[in-house]
């Protein structure tokens, strides 16, 4: 089992920057695949960012490259995302999550084995 803590969520204002953190913990691996999500009231659960073993590759959805930058610690468990320039339409609950062994598009939440309870993010104009 594997368990997720997401932190630093909060409510800025547009232009505004946060810094997530994601720390796991119960059976860790540095190996494994992990993503950020996010689901805004009323919508799906959609692919923010993830990050592969050894943080050499990285993915964004189009509309926080640029903004947004996923990085990782392996020796602390826990995975960042740095929001800068942030828009209302970022507004949502943040959520981490794994993947185990690597099983399909890094957007695609069904493929993710783990997932954190999530933490809020409001941006206001």
């Known amino acids: 089992q594997v368990q997720l803590v997401e932190s630093g969520g909060g409510s800025v204002q547009a232009g505004g920057s946060l810094r997530l953190s994601c720390t796991a913990s119960?059976?860790?691996?540095?190996?494994?695949?992990m993503g950020w999500f996010r689901q805004a009231l009323g919508k799906e659960r959609e692919g923010v960012a993830a990050?592969?073993?050894?943080?050499?590759?990285?993915y964004y959805t189009d509309s926080v490259k640029g903004r947004f930058t996923v990085s990782r610690d392996n020796a602390k468990n826990t995975i960042y995302l740095q929001m800068n320039n942030l828009k209302p339409e970022d507004t949502a609950l943040y959520y981490c999550?794994?993947?185990?062994?690597?099983?399909?598009?890094?957007?695609?939440?069904?493929?993710?084995?783990?997932w954190g309870q999530g933490t809020q993010v409001t941006v206001s104009s």
């Open positions: 990050i592969w073993p050894g943080g050499g590759f990285t």
């Open positions: 119960g059976y860790t691996d540095s190996r494994f695949y």
């Open positions: 999550a794994v993947q185990r062994r690597l099983g399909g598009n890094w957007d695609n939440p069904s493929t993710y084995d783990y």
